[in-house]
T-cell receptor
Framework: GAGVSQSPSNKVTEKGKDVELRCDPISGHTALYWYRQSLGQGLEFLIYFQGNSAPDKSGLPSDRFSAERTGGSVSTLTIQRTQQEDSAVYLC????????????FGPGTRLLVL | GIQVEQSPPDLILQEGANSTLRCNFSDSVNNLQWFHQNPWGQLINLFYIPSGTKQNGRLSATTVATERYSLLYISSSQTTDSGVYFC???????????FGTGTRLKVLA
């Protein structure tokens, strides 16, 4: 596709349920990032992938959060046993190479945990 | 960890006015990016600018890495420039981009 796509665009879930968020990066981009943006706040780094490996997982808030990337393309962010404080917009970005290249962002997934 | 501060936090301009947004960072970095988040939440990359000056239409940016700051210039502002402007830097040797606090810009017609 022409840009980074994310699905679903909106997700409402009940506290304690698991959710999966998907990111399709721009074709050919080897680096992929996940960020979280709480209401009215800045962006918080979650995890970075180079290819299928994640050399930096330091931003994941707790062990309820995990992410994987397969085939050097699609990535899934999973939140287990969701809590109300997980409510936020989850943004994915990709770039040709890590750090040295422009990041292109998807439209985000708006997650609301009731 | 590295601190990234932006100023001013809020800015209201009349259409046609010029403005300068500032990004200060507390540690040395190898690169810096500026983003615009429009009122619908979409983030658009404006500049990848680890050092020097770049221009793109009415926007330009300058980064002085040795003095740990970057400036974003908006000339002849338009209502479509409204939104939040973020700078982001990865601390040396990492790919963990740290975003600044943002400048919220509103341009009035």
């Amino acid at each position: 596709g022409a840009g980074v796509s994310q699905s679903p665009s909106n997700k409402v879930t009940e506290k304690g349920k698991d959710v999966e968020l998907r990111c399709d990066p721009i074709s050919g981009h080897t680096a992929l990032y996940w960020y979280r943006q709480s209401l009215g706040q800045g962006l918080e780094f979650l995890i970075y992938f180079q290819g299928n490996s994640a050399p930096d997982k330091s931003g994941l808030p707790s062990d309820r959060f995990s992410a994987e990337r397969t085939g050097g393309s699609v990535s899934t962010l999973t939140i287990q046993r969701t809590q109300q404080e997980d409510s936020a917009v989850y943004l994915c970005a990709s770039s040709f190479a890590p750090a040295q290249e422009t990041q292109y962002f998807g439209p985000g997934t708006r997650l609301l945990v009731l | 960890g590295i601190q990234v501060e932006q100023s001013p936090p809020d800015l209201i301009l009349q259409e046609g006015a010029n403005s300068t947004l500032r990004c200060n960072f507390s540690d040395s970095v190898n690169n810096l990016q500026w983003f615009h988040q429009n009122p619908w939440g979409q983030l658009i990359n404006l500049f990848y600018i680890p050092s020097g000056t770049k221009q793109n239409g009415r926007l330009s940016a300058t980064t002085v890495a040795t003095e740990r700051y970057s400036l974003l210039y908006i000339s002849s502002s338009q209502t479509t420039d409204s939104g939040v402007y973020f700078c982001a830097v990865p601390p040396g040797g990492t790919y963990k981009y740290i975003f600044g606090t943002g400048t919220r810009l509103k341009v009035l017609a």
